[in-house]
C-alpha cells in the first residue's frame, strides 16, 4: 500500500423499498430482504479488507448497509449528512403541477446542453445540481483522505451522487452513467493524497452507449 495514499470505497446501499416502490414517497427507507442479502454478500466480498472506519450518510438505508458490512469488524460508523443523497426526489414533489411530467421537461431541456451544461444544469435555482452535488461529496471525502493517509475506509452512499462523482472526475461522460447503472452494493475506488483523486476500479457500475441521463 502507498503510505501516501488513501484508498476510498465508495459503494451504493443494497436495494431499498424506496427501490422497489413499496414505499415511494419515504426517501428514509430500510433495505428490503433482497438488500440485505446482497449487503451479505458485499460483506463476504470485502472480508479481506482492512478498513479503518465506515461513513455513511443520515439515512437509514445506508447506515443498514454499514451494519451489515461491519459485522465482526466492531468499528465505529460515521454519520455525515454532506453525503446524503440529492434532494430531488422531495423537491419535485413540491413543484409538482397537475398535468406535467417533471422528468419530460427537464429531458427536453438537458439534451440541448453540452457535457460541461448537463453536469451544471438546474430545473430551478434551489435544485441542487449534478456539479454542486459531486463538489460536496468530495469536499467530504478530501477530508476523509487526509485524516486517513494510508488507509483504507468504505464510505456508504446513493447512486445519484456516485454518478454525479463519476463524471466529475472524467471517468464517464454524464450520458454515459444514467438511471440503474450502479447497481445496488456497486461500488468504485479512489485513491486520493487528500487533494487529488483517480478512479482505480468499479464494481458493477456499468458505462451505457446511447443513454440519456435525466437525473
Do not use: C
Not at 134 to 148: H, T
Not at 200 to 206: L, M, P, S, V
Amino acid at each position: 500500500m502507498n503510505d501516501r495514499l488513501t484508498t476510498i470505497y465508495v459503494m451504493r446501499h443494497g436495494q431499498s423499498t424506496f427501490n422497489t416502490g413499496e414505499t415511494h414517497n419515504d426517501l428514509n427507507s430500510r433495505l428490503t430482504d433482497l438488500g440485505r442479502r446482497q449487503t451479505y454478500e458485499a460483506a463476504e466480498r470485502f472480508k479481506d479488507i482492512d478498513f479503518k472506519a465506515i461513513f455513511t450518510s443520515g439515512l437509514l438505508r445506508t447506515k443498514e448497509t454499514a451494519e451489515i458490512i461491519n459485522q465482526g469488524r466492531k468499528l465505529k460508523i460515521y454519520e455525515n449528512k454532506d453525503i446524503n443523497e440529492r434532494s430531488f426526489y422531495h423537491y419535485a414533489k413540491q413543484i409538482k403541477r397537475e398535468g406535467v411530467d417533471l422528468e419530460e421537461e427537464m429531458l427536453n431541456e438537458i439534451v440541448k446542453l453540452d457535457e460541461k451544461d448537463k453536469m451544471k444544469y438546474k430545473y430551478t435555482p434551489e435544485m441542487e445540481s449534478a456539479e454542486e452535488s459531486a463538489v460536496r461529496v468530495l469536499n467530504f471525502l478530501q477530508d476523509i483522505g487526509k485524516k486517513y493517509l494510508g488507509e483504507t475506509v468504505l464510505v456508504v452512499s446513493h447512486t445519484n451522487l456516485m454518478r454525479s462523482i463519476l463524471t466529475f472526475l472524467g471517468y464517464s461522460k454524464y450520458d454515459e452513467l444514467p438511471a440503474g447503472s450502479v447497481k445496488n452494493t456497486g461500488y468504485f475506488i479512489l485513491e486520493t493524497d487528500g487533494e487529488n483523486f483517480s478512479v482505480t476500479d468499479t464494481h458493477n457500475i456499468e458505462k451505457q452507449k446511447n443513454a440519456i441521463r435525466v437525473w
